[in-house]
């Protein structure tokens, strides 16, 4: 396989060319590599994305919330980031688990 930037012969499986130092993944890779590995992604979408996993717990629900929206604000402001995906399911997630958590307290205060 040939690099993209200086055009000399590199091995098939190098993430990183060994002549000039520059990435050898696309601008345009594919949409599931994109989803799993987290290049050129917003910290906070990463963030949201493992709270909203957790927010199943019910406690880090507010967490995969907030972290949610300063990742969709921070995607939307600086746009060669990436995890918008990610961002919505930490709003999403976070939403409903801070919603049952709420149930759960004034539940809890009712007795």
């Known amino acids: 396989m040939k690099c993209a930037h200086c055009g000399r012969d590199i091995d098939n499986k190098a993430v990183i060319c060994v002549h000039c130092g520059k990435s050898i993944m696309q601008e345009n890779t ?65 939403a409903l688990g801070t919603l049952i958590l709420l149930w759960f307290i004034f539940q809890i205060m009712m007795r």
Do not use: C, E
């Not at 994305?49 to 939307?76: E, N, Q, T």
């Not at 961002?87 to 999403?92: E, K, N, S, V």
């Open 30 to 94: 594919d949409m599931i590599s994109r989803m799993l590995l987290p290049v050129g992604r917003s910290g906070y979408a990463i963030t949201a994305g493992y709270l909203a996993l957790f927010s199943v717990l019910i406690v880090p629900a507010p967490l995969a919330f907030i972290f949610g929206l300063l990742a969709y604000f921070d995607i939307k402001k600086n746009p060669q980031k990436h995890g918008l995906g990610r961002a919505w399911f930490g709003i999403i997630m976070g």
